[in-house]
């Protein structure tokens, strides 16, 4: 069981500040009302499969929502299951764009074999991180099968070598110039190397720059006003901070790395940089699973509702934060609110929105392919239709 929906994307290509980057969402904002008179631990089982494509980040925001709403103590092992689902879940997402969707921006077919690597892998992790009981559940105390947990991460680091850099990871991360990111495109036939090759070609790594205005930490109390207030149906589907529509991306999270650093030109980072920034975050994730495996969680166990009977949880999914509202009352849900990642990056006056206008305003022969490779490097958590006129 999904919930979807679309974005309807327009671009108009004229010279300048006439070319234009419309983008009209058809998601479904009250699908969560579908929750209401509902226990906590059904509507916890339910979320990762109503928004099934992060649905280990959707359900670990559940999850911490409703034992903050309820005033319950999560144990540090379900905090520290719950976080590596999430990694292994952001690696098969980021991984599925590098396998299928850059390919068919180059019009290459996707590798059935290299396809059935990543999907497998993440059911191996899965199972390991699962085994112990329903992660999910309110206050659960569960195990996991850990000596099945480090082999999978350790075959993520083969498949991440073999389909995505053309030599460990850790070695790829070690890179921090432009000129380090071109040595390494040249000196292969990934497609990931063939996507950076064009788009160096084509001197279009800077196109579509746009400055990166991050979603900041905004406290539970803030949150529980706009998910709560009179505002709370324009927030969810059309949010912005202290006036100004934000981005929660790949690039967001690593625009400290040096490469990406170096991808900036000044007014901000381009579609090379927001390709690049998802192979950073890619490179990183052995060593964070590594890190929660022997160290514990890396996230906020705070305990608590902000006030009573409301949850407020944030989980960072593959293409962005999360943020979770619920309600509580007499042992049923209430009201149950989300923000997901795709309303803050493709509001209609929010970041890709910017940056397809000025890929339209470009004068560019290559305007269609590079609207969609944008689109792509965004990583809408739907489906999309693109027209250019």
């Known amino acids: 069981m999904t919930i979807a929906g679309r974005l309807d994307i327009d671009l108009t290509c004229r010279s300048g500040s006439s070319a234009s980057a419309r983008i009209a969402s058809r998601r479904p904002h009250g ?76 019009a290459m077919t996707t590798d059935p074999a290299m396809l059935g690597r ?10 390991a991180l699962t085994s112990g009981g329903r ?73 579509g720059s746009v400055s990166i205005d991050a979603v900041p930490d905004i406290n539970d109390a803030e949150l529980t006003d706009m998910l709560f207030g009179e505002g709370a149906e324009r927030f969810i589907a059309l949010p912005t901070w202290e006036g100004r529509p934000r981005e929660t991306t790949a690039l967001s999270r690593q625009v400290r790395h040096p490469l990406i650093q170096a991808l900036g ?62 309600e509580i009352q007499h042992g049923v849900v209430e009201r149950y609110l989300i923000v997901a990642p795709t309303e803050w990056n493709f509001h209609p006056e929010g970041a890709a929105a910017r940056a397809l206008a000025l890929i339209a305003g470009s004068g560019r022969s290559d305007a269609r392919g590079l609207a969609d490779l944008m689109i792509t490097a965004f990583d809408p958590c739907v489906e999309y239709s693109l027209a250019v006129h």
Do not use: K, N, Y
Request: hydrophobic share 45%.
């Open 31 to 106: 699908v969560t009302r579908m929750f209401r008179g509902r226990r906590p631990a059904e509507v916890t089982s339910l979320v990762p499969l109503v928004f099934s494509v992060c649905g280990m980040a959707q359900g670990t925001a559940a999850a911490t929502a409703c034992e903050r709403a309820l005033g319950i103590a999560t144990s540090s092992e379900t905090r520290r299951i719950r976080d590596i689902l999430m990694l292994a879940e952001t690696a098969r997402e980021h991984l599925l764009r590098v396998v299928m969707d850059w390919p068919r921006c180059m």
């Open 118 to 127: 990543v999907m497998g892998l993440d059911q191996r992790f899965r199972r």
């Open 135 to 207: 992660v999910f559940e309110p206050g659960s105390m569960t195990t996991c099968d850990i000596a099945g947990v480090e082999s999978a991460v350790d075959d993520l680091c083969d498949l991440l070598e073999a389909a995505v850099f053309g030599e460990p990871a850790e070695t790829w991360l070690a890179r921090s110039t432009l000129a380090d990111l071109e040595g390494w495109a040249q000196a292969g036939m990934l497609p990931t190397q063939l996507l950076l090759q064009r788009t160096l070609r084509s001197d279009a790594l800077q196109i």
């Open 265 to 326: 030109d000044g007014r901000g980072h381009g579609i090379g940089a927001r390709l690049v920034a998802r192979l950073v975050e890619l490179a990183g994730l052995p060593d964070r699973m590594t890190a929660l495996i022997e160290a514990g969680s890396e996230g906020d166990d705070a305990v608590g509702a902000c006030r009573a009977g409301i949850g407020i949880a944030r989980s960072e999914a593959a293409r962005g934060r999360l943020i979770h509202g619920i």
